[in-house]
């Protein structure tokens, strides 16, 4: 009935975001959004880390 529909969407362009975190590890999820932005890719800082934990990559800080 109901379930995800636009994480597909957002899929098509996961080899953008997975070579940005990779070129900068620390890199914050709204400076992906903005990247996102200006190659007209809507989407939440919530959609991109829910890609990143889909590909095993998660955004916390280890201390």
Do not use: Q
């Not at 959004?33 to 939440?44: G, I, Q």
Request: with cysteine; aromatic share 4%.
């Amino acid at each position: 009935m109901g379930g995800d529909r636009r994480s597909a969407e957002l899929e098509k362009h996961s080899a953008f975001i997975l070579s940005r975190v990779e070129e900068k590890p620390d890199i914050f999820l709204c400076e992906i959004v903005a990247d996102l932005a200006s190659k007209d890719v809507t989407a939440s800082e919530n959609a991109v880390s829910r890609l990143l934990s889909r590909h095993g990559i998660t955004r916390k800080k280890r201390l």
